[in-house]
């Protein structure tokens, strides 16, 4: 693989799952180009970033937090920490941290860098389409916030500072040590700050390191004292693979505050 994790051809199906809903909702109703017989937004579309981003923000204020500092783990391409930015614009200082360079550097482009950019979506099994998503309402949403991207995995080296809101959304089972990402999210958080962690149980021996790691609850995650539960739901989520083939999970995700 050319990249930490996301190969080429798998670009079009993050793009299309995360940002077509804002595309639609900038008023840019291009059909998608189809192999077969065209599909409905609603099939492309994965309804989790806005609904997972309602639930951070439920989280925060059940909290009573009101975040200046925020870190993002494995955030792709970005579309919670947009919907989060745009949310709090008392956010000053971001971090993300994302080992993908693919996935980073395109995130850069939506969330960073205003201007038109031509994105992949899936056309047929082989095919990619092009999308121009117009970044400049993005970019002018995020400008509150000073963005510092971090492109490496996340462990306890990573960031010596705390954010008040935490966020690792469908990462813990895609990486060699979910334990080592859990503890550097606790220790990476404030106290009285808030950590958001999703996970689809997708545990596969080709990234854990130790098969003990995986667990069928994130929330034995937090059976240590100092963290007190905000909320817990299912959440779908998912991604094309072909024009009219789909990949749905359901990512379970919990939300705790840090006792201060
Ligand atoms: C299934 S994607 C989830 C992306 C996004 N958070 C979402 O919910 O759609 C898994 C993400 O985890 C990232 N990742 C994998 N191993 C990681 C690690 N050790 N540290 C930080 N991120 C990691 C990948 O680069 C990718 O962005």
Same mark, same amino acid.
């Given at each position: ?15 299309? !799952? ?18 077969? /017989?065209?599909?409905?937004?609603? &099939? ?5 970033? *806005? ?17 200046? =500092? ?5 955030? !792709? ?9 745009? @949310? &709090?614009?008392?956010?000053? $200082? ?13 995130? $850069? ?5 205003? +201007?038109?950019? !031509? &994105?992949?979506?899936?056309? +047929?099994?082989?095919? *990619? ?11 002018? !949403? ?12 996340? %462990? +306890?080296?990573?960031?010596?500072? #705390? ?10 089972? #895609? ?30 021996? /080709?990234?854990?390191? %130790?098969?003990?790691?995986?667990? %069928?609850?994130?929330?034995?995650? &937090? ?5 007190? /539960?905000?909320?817990?739901? %299912?959440?779908?989520?998912?991604? *094309?693979?072909?024009? @009219?083939?789909? /990949?749905?999970?359901?990512? =379970?995700?919990? +939300?705790? @505050?840090? *006792?201060?």
């Amino acid at each position: 693989m050319d990249d930490f994790y996301c190969e080429e051809r798998n670009l079009g199906a993050y793009f299309e !799952a995360e940002w077509l809903e804002v595309l639609r909702a900038q008023g840019d109703n291009t059909p998608l180009a189809c192999a077969s /017989k065209p599909v409905p937004d609603a &099939f492309v579309i994965s309804p989790f970033y *806005r609904e997972v981003s309602q639930f951070i923000a439920a989280c925060c204020q059940q909290a009573d937090v009101a975040p200046s =500092h925020y870190l993002e783990v494995g955030p !792709a391409l970005g579309r919670v920490t947009y919907e989060t930015l745009r @949310r &709090f614009p008392q956010i000053r $200082q971001s971090w993300l941290v994302e080992p993908s360079q693919r996935l980073l550097s395109h995130c $850069q482009k939506l969330l960073m860098t205003p +201007g038109c950019y !031509a &994105f992949p979506y899936i056309q +047929g099994l082989n095919e *990619r389409g092009s999308l121009v998503i117009d970044t400049t309402v993005i970019a002018s !949403a995020c400008q509150h916030s000073e963005i510092t991207c971090i492109n490496a995995p996340f %462990d +306890g080296k990573t960031l010596t500072v #705390q954010a008040d809101l935490t966020v690792c959304l469908n990462v813990l089972d #895609q990486c060699q040590s979910p334990l080592t990402i859990m503890d550097a999210l606790k220790q990476s958080t404030r106290s009285g700050g808030v950590l958001v962690v999703s996970n689809t149980y997708q545990w596969q021996k /080709k990234h854990l390191l %130790d098969a003990e790691d995986a667990v %069928d609850d994130i929330n034995q995650y &937090f059976e240590t004292t100092g963290w007190d /539960k905000l909320n817990d739901t %299912d959440i779908g989520y998912g991604f *094309r693979f072909n024009e @009219r083939f789909s /990949k749905h999970f359901l990512s =379970h995700v919990v +939300g705790y @505050r840090k *006792r201060g």
